[in-house]
């Protein structure tokens, strides 16, 4: 008893100066675990997403997991970044078009598979929102259908029978839904312990959230393909007002974006509408340096490099060369680092 007391009041003394080294230093780890933009398909990259972490360096940064929109083949970047699907806390959508969301059915078919026992993933994402021309963007619809073409086909029936431990509804019932109404205020829609999230109304479709994650380590904005809410010049500038009031003084800004050579002033053919509706690389430049973000990540690259045509599109001048993102956030005035972003960069704070 005595000795132990002993060791004991030894350990203690020798925790403050072993404690600055070995202390539990806290981390954001960014990851982009995909970065087409928009639905063609190129060189295998895969459908835009970003993953954050948060946590202790000696859990690699991985004590909280949440996955910003999920493109197609996002589980298979997950796998590469060593995150299995059921580990996710948290899954946000900044908007429901399909290069940002159709990986969520393999996602949750894959939990269905092998943790239908739970926890269920919270799904963050907007309510309902009717457009000027009137459909209505649903990310609760989207959700409680996730599994219907499996169930429809009688997979569910099937593969219920050889476990019974699965969910008779299918992976739909793995979801925690979490509507907010977006407000041109940041306002938290999901925390746990020292992580918050906050989201913003923007313009793309209707609908549109961007994203801020806080934490002891950092913060970072995730502002997905938000616009301008003037949809088309004159403007002073193609990036988000709200997006750049999110993004104040944040540490890192993870961006959709559309370079000017796919303009309607270039020959490209690109639909001027949809070219109108994403940032250019020069301007999210501006916004960045105005927020006073120290890293700008470009991604859901529009062309992606290398590319001599962005789906049927062919490139005005040939194909984008890295330099040529870096080029334009330069030319918009950013100062920091520019990262121009291809599936798996990641980016670490401190
Ligand atoms: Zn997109």
């Not at 780890?29 to 995909?34: A, D, E, M, P």
């Not at 949809?231 to 990036?239: A, D, G, N």
């Amino acid at each position: 008893m005595k000795k132990s007391m002993f060791f004991g009041a030894l350990l203690a003394a020798a925790l403050p100066l072993s404690g600055t080294n070995a202390e539990a230093a806290p981390c954001l780890k960014v990851t982009l675990t995909g970065t087409q933009g928009g639905p063609p398909v190129f060189q295998g990259q895969a459908g835009s997403g970003t993953l954050v972490e948060y946590g202790e360096e000696e859990n690699n940064c991985g004590d909280v997991k949440l996955q910003f929109d999920t493109g197609r083949g996002t589980t298979q970047r997950l796998s590469q970044a060593k995150v299995p699907v059921g580990k996710l806390n948290a899954i946000f959508f900044t908007h429901l078009h399909s290069d940002h969301s159709e990986g969520l059915a393999d996602m949750l078919q894959i939990r269905w598979h092998f943790n239908s026992g739970g926890p269920k993933v919270d799904l963050v994402c907007s309510e309902d929102v009717t457009s000027p021309a009137g459909h209505t963007m649903s990310c609760e619809k989207f959700a409680q259908h996730i599994g219907d073409p499996l169930i429809k086909s009688g997979e569910m029936a099937q593969r219920l029978l050889e476990n019974k431990k699965r969910l008779a509804g299918g992976p739909a019932e793995l979801v925690n839904l979490m509507t907010f109404a977006a407000t041109d205020e940041p306002a938290v829609v999901w925390s746990k312990d020292d992580v918050s999230v906050s989201a913003i109304r923007s313009t793309h479709i209707a609908g549109h959230a961007s994203y801020r994650v806080d934490t002891p380590a950092g913060s970072v904005v995730i502002g997905g393909d938000a616009g301008n809410d003037t949809r088309k010049p004159p403007r002073v500038t193609s990036t988000s007002a709200q997006v750049e009031k999110l993004a104040q003084g944040a540490d890192i800004i993870v961006h959709s974006t559309i370079h000017p050579v796919m303009g309607p002033d270039k020959e490209s053919g690109f639909p001027p509408p949809v070219y109108f509706r994403q940032s250019t690389a020069k301007d999210l430049g501006a916004m960045a340096e105005r927020a006073g973000a120290k890293h700008l990540v470009y991604t859901h690259l529009i062309p992606p490099m290398g590319a001599a045509k962005q789906g049927p599109f062919p490139i005005p001048g040939g194909a984008l060369t890295e330099d040529d993102y870096k080029n334009s956030a330069v030319e918009g005035g950013f100062t920091g680092n520019i990262v121009v972003g291809t599936d798996l960069t990641t980016v670490q704070l401190p």
